[in-house]
């Protein structure tokens, strides 16, 4: 029925405005807005200092540069042993030739905006931090609290609550990468200033070049590099709503924001079961740029295991958090 | 009367153990029903039932003909209730604490929320945080939380505690208006008895999990058989006649003579023997037995045996 669900669309949005509520009325989370800001400053500022002299003006012989590059990387690639290293030699090489066929110099010389929210995209750890201190705390401070008891006895099934929850938690998330994408922009353009031709990313597909719009291309590597946080921040939650526990949900997914890639590459040096562990699959930008963890993996592959992690988790948050008897 | 909500022989078993053990009864709507027992003896475990808390072993309750175990959001709509201690969001004010309740039931608007702030008098106080309110404060907030949506049943555990004097009978007065302007169905519970007396037209005495007495508290309270202090002298003496002449009359000697449990129908006959054996007599009072005297019989009487 369409009323029905126009109802249950209404509750949805009142939950998560009262979740939002929740949220901004802790001064906590403006600290966590505040130390984002002030680390995407920080890290502008050394980065100012650092590229400052290194940037020459343009380069007059970028052609010639970019030909004798192309004939070395043609000499490794014939000397490449696997086919992944060859792709990767070859990839640069048609994207070289792009270039001078179409006359687009490698903007590598000088450091402007783009570069820096490129750069500032290693501060999505950061953002994920946060994500996951509001995500595990979501439904185990309500516990604490005492609260969850009159968050029950209202006419709405636990089923609701627990997801507005959860919903709660990924715009959280989204608002911690908006910001930081638009105070890096801000940033960026403040210290470093726009390319004097607006610059285009080169996409390499298939092997096949194509030029795509450079905000376009930044916001969609901050979305394939946010897959890990998104996973950690759902691994956060559900440890949060079976153990009722944000501490260890805390602790436990911290650890692994921080620990989690390097562990699997070091196991998956030696067991390619490592594949199927999550770290192994929450960078999909392995597939596009580089090479995958273990031999053999395919994009494919990488987002089923990232969906059976995500149903895994949700399923073991909610079926718990349906059945438990309340007695905080 | 109508009863609106009913529990049908409700047993609860945490770990193997049963906190509750079929509990049957049912409240009406527009009376106080109180619930009164010993520290755990399974008030709030009963509670938490009734309000979809914790899960039902084995029973039903059913509240205006809703399951709550099988039609859960039909049933609770019907309830406002403050389990345990009324805890609230201390990080905001009174006022974003019942909007967030507000959101959570359809249809109250900002009048009903201003409306339902001066009833329980914290219309000064609600934009303050929670966390800067007196216990008594946070009680009346609770009680606010639970009024916004009209509900039909009211289930308070110990509503009354940490409440001032003025406080208890405040809430008194206003839990038995509710019941008799609003047609409500209130459930109290509590184990200080002598509020319950005051404040309850009905009263389930629960012990160890089980109910082992429903009963108006009028009835309750008067038996037909009274106690009347007799102050005699002397008293010792008195004592044996009294035992000799009425064998089967409960005795107690209390400090300012004896304490005789009869029947009105009998002092004149009791007078006329006390004098002709030369006592003195110089004062008869009626003992009001209280709830509590009662509670202890009932309780020593039916409570004393251990169901495992
Ligand atoms: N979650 C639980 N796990 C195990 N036992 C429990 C649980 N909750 C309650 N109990 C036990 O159930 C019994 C009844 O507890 P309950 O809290 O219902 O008592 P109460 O009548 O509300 O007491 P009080 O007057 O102290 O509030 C107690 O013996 C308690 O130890
Ligand atoms: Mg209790």
């Not at chain 1, 130390?35 to 502008?44: D, E």
């Not at chain 2, 110990?158 to 003025?166: F, I, K, M, S, V």
């Amino acid at each position: 029925m369409k009323s029905q669900l126009q109802r249950g669309g209404q509750t949805m949005i009142n939950l998560i405005k009262n979740e939002w509520m929740k949220i901004f009325k802790r001064p906590g989370t403006y600290v966590m807005i505040g130390i984002l800001l002030a680390i995407v400053c920080i890290f502008g500022a050394i980065e100012k200092y650092e590229v400052k002299g290194n940037n020459s003006s343009p380069d007059n012989r970028w052609e010639q540069n970019l030909k004798q590059e192309n004939n070395a990387l043609k000499q490794q690639a014939k000397s490449a042993q696997t086919k992944t290293e060859k792709d990767f030699y070859k990839q640069k090489i048609v994207i070289n030739e792009y270039r001078l066929k179409h006359n687009i110099p490698p903007d590598a010389t000088t450091y402007h905006i783009w570069d820096f929210v490129n750069d500032a995209g290693g501060l999505i750890q950061l953002a994920g931090l946060f994500t996951i201190i509001i995500s595990a705390g979501i439904v185990a401070s309500e516990f604490n609290w005492g609260t969850i008891k009159l968050l029950l006895i209202r006419p709405i099934s636990r089923v609701m609550i627990l997801l507005s929850k959860y919903v709660t938690v990924l715009l959280f998330a989204l608002l911690m990468l908006s910001i930081l994408f638009v105070f890096a922009t801000v940033v960026g353009a403040f210290l470093f200033g726009f390319p004097e031709q607006t610059s285009s990313y080169l996409n390499y597909v298939n092997g096949k070049v194509t030029e795509q719009n450079m905000v376009l291309h930044l916001m969609i590597y901050y979305g394939l590099n946010s897959i890990n946080m998104i996973m950690l921040t759902t691994m956060a939650f559900m440890i949060s709503s079976v153990f009722r526990n944000s501490s260890l949900a805390i602790g436990i997914s911290i650890f692994l924001l921080l620990t989690g890639a390097q562990i699997t590459t070091l196991l998956a040096i030696k067991f390619s079961w490592a594949k199927y562990l999550l770290f192994a699959n929450t960078d999909l930008t392995q597939y596009f740029e580089g090479t995958p963890v273990v031999d053999g993996m395919t994009l494919g592959f990488s987002i089923i295991m990232l969906l059976l992690y995500f149903l895994v988790f949700q399923a073991l948050a909610f079926s718990v958090f349906k059945k438990r008897d309340v007695a905080a | 009367m109508k009863s609106i909500i009913e529990l049908k022989e409700v047993t609860k078993v945490i770990k193997g153990r049963k906190i509750i053990d079929n509990i049957s009864f049912k409240v009406n709507k527009g009376e106080v029903f109180g619930f009164l027992g010993p520290n755990g003896a399974g008030k709030t475990t009963t509670i938490r039932m009734m309000v979809g808390l914790m899960g039902i072993t084995s029973g039903d309750i059913e509240i205006a003909g809703h399951s709550i175990k099988t039609r859960f959001e039909d049933a609770v709509r019907y309830v406002g209730a403050i389990v345990e201690n009324p805890e609230m969001y201390k990080f905001m004010s009174g006022y974003d604490n019942l909007i967030h309740f507000a959101r959570m039931s359809k249809r109250i608007t900002k009048e009903k929320i201003n409306e339902v702030v001066a009833l329980v008098g914290l219309t000064d106080r609600i934009h303050d945080k929670v966390k800067t309110y007196s216990l008594g404060m946070r009680q009346r907030l609770g009680l606010a939380q639970c009024l916004l949506h009209d509900p039909e049943v009211l289930i308070l555990d110990e509503p009354t505690n940490g409440l001032d004097p003025a406080g208890i009978r405040e809430i008194r007065d206003y839990l038995r208006l509710l019941a008799r302007e609003k047609n409500m169905a209130v459930i109290v519970s509590s184990h200080l008895l002598s509020e319950m007396e005051m404040m309850c037209d009905r009263i389930g005495i629960i012990q160890n999990g089980r109910l082992i007495d429903v009963q108006f508290v009028k009835e309750f309270v008067q038996t037909d058989k009274q106690s009347y202090e007799f102050e005699v002298i002397p008293s010792e003496k008195a004592m044996i006649l009294f035992q000799t002449s009425f064998p089967d009359v409960r005795l107690i000697r209390s400090s300012n003579g004896i304490t005789v449990e009869v029947k009105k129908e009998e002092i004149p006959n009791i007078v006329k023997i006390l004098v002709e054996a030369d006592f003195q007599i110089f004062s008869i009072k009626e003992v009001a037995k209280t709830l509590e005297d009662r509670f202890l019989e009932v309780t020593a009487a039916k409570g004393g045996t251990n169901h495992d």
